[in-house]
Each structure stands twice: as C-alpha cells, then as structure tokens.
C-alpha cells in the first residue's frame, strides 16, 4: 500500500471532525487542568460504534481460546484492514492529543491485551471484557524506582506464595492510568523461599482491582508532556491475592510467566508508538508550512529562506519515511505477519526521533511564536519527547536491534 | 406502524475547502475532482434515518444527479445508514440548471415510490433553493419548505415551519417533500462499521435514456438559462478608523445610530 483507500479515509475524515467537535474544545482543560482523559475516549468509542466492534471481537478471541484453537496464521485482508482502522485514529488523535493516545492505548492495547492473551476464559470475562470497551480503565505495571530499561532483571516488587495464594509486596512508577485504573495488570518477581538471586528469579503476572487491601494508587504526577495520559505510582503492602488474579492461574510462561507475557507487548507497543509519531510529523509539517507561507520578514514569506526550507524538507522526508513504516506495518498485518522484535525496534527507534527531532524543528521555524502555546508546536515537541523513552529508550531499542543483527 | 420508505435528495459539490475554479467556457463550477456529500444534505440524511427508524421500518434512498459517476459523497450518507441510492450522471446532463436538475431527481425519486422525499432548504454551492418545489411540482406531490421539525403520524407528516417570526404548524398527507433546515436535527457520525459497510451497498447508476428522459428536454439543451459572463464582485471597501480624542463613545455610538442597530 502506498496511500490509504476511500474507506481509510473517510474514517479518517469522520475521526478529524470528532477530533474538532470533541476534543480541541476541551484541549485546555486536558492538557492544562487534569480532566482526565477517560470520558472523551468513551465518548469516542461510543460515537464510532468501537464499543460494539470491541464486544465482537471480544466473543471471537474468547470462543478461539476455549476452543483451544490457535489465532489464524495467515489472517485475511479483514485483519490488516483492522490494523488500519486501529491506526487511523491514533495518527489522528495525535495530531491533537498524543497523551490521550498513550492513556487509550496502555488500557486497550497493554492491560486488556495481556490479560486477552494469557488470562483463562474466566479471567478474560472478568476483566477483559470491560477494558477492551473502556467501561474499565486498565494499567500495565512493570516499571519500577529502580528498574525501567533492565525492568524484569531488576525488578523488587515480589509475589511470595502462601499456600494457594501469593503476598505482594513493592512499589512500581511512572505507570501510565495508574491514578485512575479500575484494573491493573501487574508484574512480580517470585518468591518461593528459595535462595535464587533476585535478578533470576521467575517474574509473574498479576490482576489487580482498585480498592484491594494493602494496594495504593497516588495522584498524578507533572511531568514535561502527554498531559492527557495521567501517570503514577503503585504501592502494594501484603496484598493478598488469590490464584485467580494470576494471569492464566499458573506460573508458566503461557499463563502467568511473565517475561514471555512482556515481550509480547513490546512489539505491538512499539508499532503503535510510530503510528503516534506519524501523527506529530504530519500536524508539525502542516503547521509549519502554512506558518512558512504566511510569517513575513524582510519583505517575504520565510518559506523563501533556504534555512527554513531545509527544515520544511526535513520534515516532508521524516514523513514519507515514518509513513512508509507505518504502511508496513499494516501490510504485514494483513498478510498474518507480525514484525520480529528486532524490525519493530528498528521501525520505533527511527519514528521517535524524528517526531522529536521535526517537533522541535517546528518550534525553532515558529520562532518566538514557537514556545508559546497557542502555537501547538510546544506542546507536541513536549508530548513527542516521551517516544524517545517510554516502551524502551531509544539505547535499548539499539541494543535489541543489534542483538539481533550480531546474532545471524 | 407504517414502515415508511423516504428518499433523500443528496448533492455532491466540491470540497468547499479546497479552492475552486470554474469552467473557462461555461463559467460554471469546476466539478471535475473529488465531489463531497453537501453538509446541508447531512440534516436531510439524519431527518430520514430517524423517521424510518421511528416508523419501525422501511428504507432511506439517497438520490443524486452529479457528473463523472461521482459516489464519494453519496458513500458517507450511505456510512450514516441509508440502504441504497440511484445516481444519475450523464454527459448531456452539463450545463443543466435547477429546473433540468428537477426534471432528472423526479423521473428517479419515482422510481424508488417514497412514502416522503426530504431535501435540502438550499444547496451550499448553487443555492437557488429551488430545485426541491420544482420536483414536487413535477411530481404533483405536496411541499413543505424550512422544516425545523418533522414527525410523521401515520399517513401525514407534520412539519414546525421556520417564518421570521417564529413557526407555522404544517400537516399535508404523505406522499409529499420536504425541505429541512439545519436546526432539523444533529447529524450524526458514521460508525467505523457503517464506513466498512458503504462500499457493498447498492448504487444504482442511470443515465437520461435510463430515466426514459428526452435528452432534448434536460443539460444543456433544455436549460432556461445561460450564464454570459462573471465578472469580479466589488471588493468591500475599508472600514473608518475611529481615533479616540475623547468622543469616541460618542461617535461610535452616532456610528450606529446610522446602521439602525441601535
Ligand atoms: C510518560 C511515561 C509513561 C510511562 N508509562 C509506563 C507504563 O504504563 N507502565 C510501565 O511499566 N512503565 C511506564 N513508563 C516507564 C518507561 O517504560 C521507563 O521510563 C523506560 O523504560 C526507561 O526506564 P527508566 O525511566 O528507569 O530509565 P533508566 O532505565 O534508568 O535509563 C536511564 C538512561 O540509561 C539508558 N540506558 C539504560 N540501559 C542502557 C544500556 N544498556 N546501554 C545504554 N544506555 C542505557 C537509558 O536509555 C536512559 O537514557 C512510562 C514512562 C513515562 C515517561
Ligand atoms: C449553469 C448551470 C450548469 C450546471 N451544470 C451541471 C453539470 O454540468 N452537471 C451537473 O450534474 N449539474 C449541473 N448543474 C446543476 C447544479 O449543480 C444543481 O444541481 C442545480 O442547479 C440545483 O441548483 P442549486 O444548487 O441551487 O440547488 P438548490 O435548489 O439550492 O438545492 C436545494 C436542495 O435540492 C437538492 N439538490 C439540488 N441539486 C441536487 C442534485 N444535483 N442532486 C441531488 N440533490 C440535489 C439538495 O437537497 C439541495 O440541498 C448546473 C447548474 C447550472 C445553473
């Protein structure tokens, strides 16, 4: 594919008026006012009739997993067209809020995805269901004090069994919804009496409900951007926690087993967070060349300057490239394939920094007018900078890259 | 309940975004891109959905005339939910003015025997707003024009009439047309599933012979009228900058005095 189809843009179309009508109204309370972000989504949902398609597919990834049958290999042009209606609103969205981005796609994406994949029909029923619909907010917490790129090595929080139930104990951070969520999905490390060095031990997969004894949930903290996505701290002190809360009621990597479960997620994360670059890089450009054409110095349009120009073509080059990548992603998809670790790092990496890199070209074309809010440029150079660091850093990106290179 | 089928007249016009040109020989507008479902067609779309959806059934039939076998905005009222739609393009249809276009939408809205037919007040590019009495004269069926409201009780509908002053309380028996404002009702959003479903549903597309029209009688060769020439419009002239010396309230307000504002 090289340009999207009639269907994909009138999505796109309808999600653009919606965007106007729905969400830049508000942006001041969002971005400045800490309305949380959740009854807009909903609304969105709603409006776009996504509740009820979440509600389908929801019945079809339950029966395939109580039919015991494995996910079609080579998925019709159906699911890659699926990919593209995911995507579309997020590059929309983008262009005007990636916070509420981050904030949808942790809970729909992260925290409905995980317990979708590896939690027991019962587990998908109690929890999936509500996520996949936004009628629950969902967190996905791994992060911790003193763990974020090495997270499963370095990981404290522990999970220490008592008879058929665990003990946890730890804290996690900078989890995104996690002020607000209804559930979390929520990693440990075991703790089975044994003398195994932390770092090695098994890590395992939790759910957990708001309000549950001993587990806290702070406010929102400041932060440079995504002032739509609200992000914080979880406590847990002696939570108890049956066996019913452990993803797939067992420790194994196809249930609760936690390293498998994570990785997962960094593929699909990391192909979503270019989709949100996408975003950046088209409203950046747009912004920029109607500002080249109409800002006048020195008798013309600083379009004409060639500094500024070359700034323009940056731009126009990061976005061909980005969409490029984008397209991929969704061409594989609707030929059943998904990207290898590697490629969607590769594919992350680039993405991240171009959005941050054009977001602040952006800013200096502006000039004065540039750091001012009013202009917009600011406020997605602050949200874009997050790309660089959130679902890996742009080094750990490098390093799974080239792991994967040298090990051919 | 009376299930109750409504066609609705839909015109395509050029994104009223993107500049426009017109023709160099006819001096009409440029049509030749991508044509757009006209947004005040939109109220007209919603308006019959919820009808016939109030009237536990029937169908909503969207009915256009427009060049190049042009369906782009025809697909986002069928996204909305209307069932089907007759669209009617034809090369000796050029130059056709409002009477011509009448002619066209009646020879096709009998087709689809409507219980109601529900148009625009007035189009956003042409806007002669007559192009929707002049059907229901063709097609000997009552009209009501600048509806705010429109329920339908049975075999009548009944329409709130946008006046100066307020609103006419309107009945007349079904078969009729109605032209709606845009206060009739908020248009809604397509759903993702309904964008999916467009492209599968029927369009019907006819030609003048389809219709059983004399080609003679319609386009170009049956148009009443001829535009001769367009000439630039006079641009508005600057307005007065009032220097404050003291009795600027004052002069304002003499300023407006003049307009009768107050
Ligand atoms: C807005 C926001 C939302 C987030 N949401 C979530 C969430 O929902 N759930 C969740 O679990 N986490 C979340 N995170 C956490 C995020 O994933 C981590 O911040 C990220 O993985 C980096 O970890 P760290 O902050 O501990 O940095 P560190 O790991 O301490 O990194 C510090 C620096 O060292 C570099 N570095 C690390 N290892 C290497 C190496 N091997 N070689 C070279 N350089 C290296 C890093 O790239 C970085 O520059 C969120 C973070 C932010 C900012
Ligand atoms: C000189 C001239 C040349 C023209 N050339 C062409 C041409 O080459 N090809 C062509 O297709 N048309 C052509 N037209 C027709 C024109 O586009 C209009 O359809 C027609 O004149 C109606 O005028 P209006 O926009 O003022 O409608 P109005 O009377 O203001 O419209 C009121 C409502 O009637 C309905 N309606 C009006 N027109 C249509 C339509 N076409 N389809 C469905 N519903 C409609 C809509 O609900 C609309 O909101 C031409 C018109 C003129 C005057």
Known sequence: ???????????????????????RPKLDDLEHGDLPPYDVLRKLYATFG???????????????????????????????????????????????????????????????????????????????????????IGSWAITEPNSGSDALGGMRTTAKRDGDAYILNGNKTYITNGPYADTVVLYAKLDDGSDTDIRHRQVLTFVLDRGLEGFEQSAPFRKMGQHSSPTGELFLTDVVVGRDRLLGETEKESGGGGRASAKDNFVSERAGTAAMALGVIEECLALSIAYAKDRVLWGKPIGEFQLIQLKLANMEVARL?????????????????????????????????????????????????GYMAEYRVEQLARDAKVFQIYAGTDEIQVTHIAKDLLSR | MFPMNVVVCVKQIPDPAAPQSLEPGTHTLARSGKLIM?????????????????????EVTLVSMA??????????????????????????????????????????????????????????????????????????????????????????????RQTESGFDEVTSPL?????????????????????????????????????????????????????????????????????????????????????KVI
């Open chain 1, 1 to 23: 594919m090289f340009e999207w189809s009639e269907e994909q843009l009138a999505i796109r179309d309808a999600v653009r008026r919606f965007v106007d009508e729905e969400i």
């Open chain 1, 50 to 136: 996504l509740d009820q398609l979440a509600r389908d597919s929801f019945k079809r990834q339950l029966e395939r997993k109580t039919s015991g049958a494995e996910p079609p290999a080579r998925a019709g042009r159906g699911e890659g067209s699926n990919a593209a209606m995911a995507l579309i609103p997020v590059i929309e969205m983008c262009k005007v809020t990636p916070g509420m981005v981050t904030a949808l796609g942790v809970s729909t994406g992260l925290a409905a995805g995980t317990i979708m994949k590896r939690g027991t029909p019962a587990q998908m029923e109690r929890w999936g269901l509500d996520l996949l619909t936004l009628d629950k």
């Open chain 1, 321 to 369: 490239n980005v969409e490029n990548l984008v397209f991929r992603h969704i061409e594989m998809s609707a030929a059943g394939r998904s990207l290898s670790l590697a490629e969607a790092s590769a594919m992350k990496l680039y993405a991240a920094q171009a959005a941050s890199a054009v977001a602040m070209d952006a800013v200096q074309l502006f000039g004065g007018n």
């Open chain 2, 38 to 58: 006209d947004d005040s067609d939109a109220y007209g779309v919603e308006m019959a959905l919820q009808l016939a959806d109030a009237a536990g059934g029937g």
């Open chain 2, 67 to 160: 060049p190049g076998g042009e369906t782009s905005g025809l697909r986002t009222a069928l996204a909305m939910g209307a069932a089907k739609a007759i669209l009617i393009s034809d090369d000796a249809l050029k130059g056709s003015d409002a009477l011509g276009t009448a002619k066209v939408l009646a020879a096709a809205i009998k087709r689809a025997e409507p219980d109601l037919i529900i148009a625009a007040t007035e189009s956003s590019d042409g806007y002669t707003g007559t192009t929707p009495v002049q059907v229901a004269e063709l097609l000997g069926l009552p009209s009501v024009t600048f509806a705010k409201s429109v329920t339908v009780d049975g075999q009548t509908v009944k329409v709130e």
């Open chain 2, 175 to 259: 078969p009729a047309l109605v032209t709606v404002t845009a206060g009739v009702v908020e248009p809604r959003y397509p759903s993702f599933k309904g964008i999916m479903a467009a492209k599968s549903k029927p369009v019907d597309t006819l030609t003048v012979a389809d219709l059983g029209l004399d080609a003679s009688t319609v386009g170009a060769a049956g148009a009443g009228q001829e535009i001769t020439d367009v000439a630039e419009a006079e641009s508005r002239s600057s307005g007065e900058i009032v220097v404050d010396e003291g009795d600027g309230a004052a002069r304002i307000v003499a300023f407006l005095e003049t307009l």
